[in-house]
Structures are given as C-alpha cells and as structure tokens.
C-alpha cells in the first residue's frame, strides 16, 4: 500500500442533513489507487448516505468531492459512472423482468455511446455470451445468463449485482454491504472479489457489518458514529473488539 500517494476519490466534509436528522457531519474520507478502505458504523451511521453523496446520487449540503484531484460537482449518478466511479448500493437495482445479461448492460448506453451502437449488431447469444464471460472474469459463478433475475435466489441476484459493478469499474468501486443475503461460500466470493479489483489498481470502498470480513480484506478502516468519523486508522491497529468498541463508542 502506498501511503504517501495522492488519493484517488476523496470527500472533504461533507454533511448532509435529512430534516431535523444530521445523516453526515463534516465528514472526510480518501481512497487511494490500489487501496480497499473500509467504512463501518452501527445502522443508521451515515455510511450508506456518504455512498450516495460519493456515487452522485444525492447531493451533499456543504463540502467537497475531489477524483483525481480535481473537483467534482456530480449532476447525477450517471455523471459519477462517466467517470469511473462505480456503486453497489445497499438497495441493489435490478431488474427482475430482465436476463442476467440485460441486468449486466442496463443502463450503459447511456454511459458509453458506442456499446449501443455495438450492442445493437449483436445477436442476444452474443450478449449471453458476453455477460457471462464478464461476470466469470471478476469470479462471480452465476446461473445460465438468459435467465430472468427474477428465478434466481437472493445470493444468486446480488452476486449478478456485485458482477455488474465490478465488471464495469475503472477507477473507484463503492460496495454498500455486498455480503448482504449471502452465505459463506458466496461472502468469501465477494472478498476474492475485492482483492481482484485492488490488484488491477482500483479504489475500494467496502461497507459490511460482518467485521472479521472487514478485517480481513481492507488497508484502512473508517469508522463512523453517528455522522462523524471518529477514526481513520490502518487495519493492522484494529481487532475483532477494539473495531467493535469503537464504532459502539465504549473505546475513544
Ligand atoms: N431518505 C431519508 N430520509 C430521511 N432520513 C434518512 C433518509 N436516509 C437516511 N436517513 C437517516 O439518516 C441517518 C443515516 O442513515 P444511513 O442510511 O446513511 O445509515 P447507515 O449507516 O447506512 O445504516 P445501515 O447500517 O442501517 O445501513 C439515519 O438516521 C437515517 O434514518
Ligand atoms: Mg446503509
């Protein structure tokens, strides 16, 4: 890990506040290339609001969004995907009516101009063909890719989901509790999946609440209590119960 690098996608303090209910507070947070940060905190935290901010889904009531060093103002969701910036949300989206392939290309015509354009040439074997080679290369094992989503299992669908992310990243991928519904076997999956993508040079930021997942596959945890960072610390400076207390707020 290189520590000392510039950081690839950063949020400077950010708040972000709901009504009356302050989700964010001042938050900052910076991944560098090749680094797998992880962002933990009990429910209601703030995390899966800081994806938004950092996927462009939602905009942040102050502070600031840098990729690359250079600042950014996402208009949109799909501003954020243009430039490489890929999120697995909490609540995934797919499909269900549609294939595993349709659920892998939806939406990229929008991003890259030119896949329409190739896509409508292709015979739909073709974009089986091509999906299911996709998702085999970031090591998601899905069923048959013509299938709707609907007939999969819930593991199956959110491993359709983390495929489609990771498959298309470029830069950055947000992963909002991709362990979710999904058993040991799977989860293991999904880390292998993490270590893939920091190898190709990608930014991770992964949320789970399954701590020794957290441990196992991060450089750095991040920790957030009640819409603040209340630590920012290398993983090797954590266990099982010093992470614990600190997102309880027993330690510090
Ligand atoms: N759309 C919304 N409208 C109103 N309040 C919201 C909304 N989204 C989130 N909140 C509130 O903001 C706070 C932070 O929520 P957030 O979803 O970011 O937490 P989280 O850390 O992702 O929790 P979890 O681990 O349960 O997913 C909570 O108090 C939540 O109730
Ligand atoms: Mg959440």
Do not use: C
Not at 60 to 69: A, E, R, T
Not at 73 to 96: D, I, K, R
Not at 105 to 122: A, C, D, T
Request: proline fraction near 4%; hydrophobic fraction near 45%; charged fraction near 20%.
């Amino acid at each position: 890990m290189t520590d000392t690098s510039a950081p690839l996608y950063e949020v400077r303090n950010i708040s972000k506040s709901y009504g009356s209910v302050i989700a964010l507070d001042n938050a900052s947070l910076a991944v560098r290339a090749g680094e797998v940060v992880g962002l933990v905190g009990d429910n209601g935290a703030g995390k899966s609001t800081l994806v938004k901010a950092l996927a462009g889904a939602h905009r942040p009531d102050s502070g600031q969004i840098f990729l690359d060093g250079i600042e950014r103002h996402w208009a949109s969701p799909h501003e954020a995907l243009q430039a490489g910036v890929e999120t697995l949300y909490q609540e995934s989206s797919l499909a269900p009516h549609l294939s595993v392939s349709a659920n892998v290309f939806l939406g990229r015509e929008i991003v890259s101009p030119g896949l329409l354009g190739k896509l409508g040439f292709l015979a739909q074997k073709k974009m089986d063909a091509e999906a299911h080679a996709d998702l085999e290369r970031v090591g998601i094992a899905v069923p048959a890719s013509n299938r709707p989503v609907s007939q999969l299992s819930g593991g199956q669908r959110q491993a359709v989901a983390i495929g489609r992310t990771v498959s298309w990243a470029r830069k950055v991928i947000i992963l909002d509790e991709p362990t979710n519904h999904l058993g040991a076997r799977q989860s293991k999956e999904v880390l292998q999946v993490i270590r893939a993508a920091k190898a190709k040079g990608l930014g991770v930021i992964f949320i789970s609440h399954t701590l020794p997942h957290i441990l196992e596959v991060t450089d750095r945890i991040v920790v957030l209590r009640l819409g603040k960072i209340v630590k920012d610390a290398p993983t090797s400076d954590f266990d099982v119960d010093t992470l614990l207390g600190t997102i309880t707020g027993l330690l510090v």
